[in-house]
């Protein structure tokens, strides 16, 4: 009885009768139990409310998903509930996607992006490569579990400034090492910028691999892309 009780309250939500708030809270809700078509309206609806991609992006997307990334650590959650979630997510990104990349501007710059071998979380640098696209790039998402050699064929065949690698576990990190260290051999490293991100990295991390630059987030990636090419182009580049 308390359960029928429960879906018919459920059946009645309206979203857009939410306020902003409530909202957003209710999305933190939805994102957590992989309700995507919620998850699509509520952005919609924050979208229509004015809020920018951006807003609506870290406050509802990236929060809720912050939610379960504790709970998915304290094993509340489990692998099948989180890829629900994270489907939730893309839902949702895919319509911040043209906003956050319109710019409209001619590409300042190319770039490479992939996830490392080993690694399947796509999230965040799916949303880099969204970031890099509006601040001018052309970007080619090299999706996930890329080896040394993965990374190689899309340096060649589309010779980017940027090489971007993402990594989301401790145990996949030490590879992005193995794809500079392979550049170094190859007498490549020199030419490509190699920007490096994910949550379990820092600053020192990035220095101690040989990248030039660690991102915190995607918002900073955006920052840092053109700066560096502009800086290369110059001739004026320090790893840091
Ligand atoms: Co995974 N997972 N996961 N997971 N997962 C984490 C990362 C974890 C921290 C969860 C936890 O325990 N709290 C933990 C890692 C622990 C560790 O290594 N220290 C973990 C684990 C353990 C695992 C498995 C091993 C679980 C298992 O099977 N037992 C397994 C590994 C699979 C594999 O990769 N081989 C696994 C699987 C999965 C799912 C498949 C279920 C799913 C991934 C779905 C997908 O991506 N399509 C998943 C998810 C969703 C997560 C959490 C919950 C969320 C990750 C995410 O999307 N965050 C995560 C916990 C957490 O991080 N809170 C977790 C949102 C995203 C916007 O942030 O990815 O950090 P983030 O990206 C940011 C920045 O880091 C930065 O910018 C982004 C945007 O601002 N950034 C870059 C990222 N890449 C960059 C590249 C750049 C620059 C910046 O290049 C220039």
């Excluded at 770039?111 to 601040?135: F, P, Q, R, S, Y």
């Amino acid at each position: 009885m308390a359960t029928e009780q429960a879906m018919l309250e459920e059946e009645e939500l309206v979203l857009s009768e939410l306020n902003d708030d409530e909202l957003v809270e209710q999305m933190h809700e939805d994102l957590y139990d992989g309700l995507k078509e919620e998850i699509v309206e509520g952005t919609s609806i924050l979208l229509k409310r004015n809020w920018s991609a951006e807003k609506v992006l870290n406050e509802s997307l990236v929060e809720g998903m912050r939610i379960v990334g504790v709970d998915f650590r304290d094993g509340i959650l489990f692998v099948p509930e989180v890829l629900l979630a994270a489907n939730a997510m893309k839902g949702g990104m895919e319509i911040l996607r043209p906003l956050l990349s319109e710019s409209g501007i001619k590409p300042i710059g190319k770039m490479v992006i992939g996830t490392v071998k080993g690694d399947i979380h796509d999230i965040g640098k799916n949303l880099v490569a969204m970031m890099l696209e509006g601040a001018g790039f052309e970007v080619t998402n090299i999706g996930i579990n890329n080896s040394v050699e993965d990374y190689f064929q899309a340096l060649e065949k589309h010779q980017p400034d940027i090489l971007g690698m993402s990594a989301l576990l401790t145990t996949t990190m030490p590879y992005m090492k193995v794809v500079i260290d392979e550049m170094v051999k190859q007498n490549i490293r020199d030419d490509y910028i190699v920007l490096v991100g994910g949550a379990p990295l820092n600053e020192e991390f990035g220095r101690a691999i040989g990248a030039d630059r660690y991102c915190r987030d995607a918002a900073q990636a955006a920052d840092v892309a053109p700066e560096m090419v502009r800086a290369r182009r110059r001739g004026a580049i320090s790893r840091a």
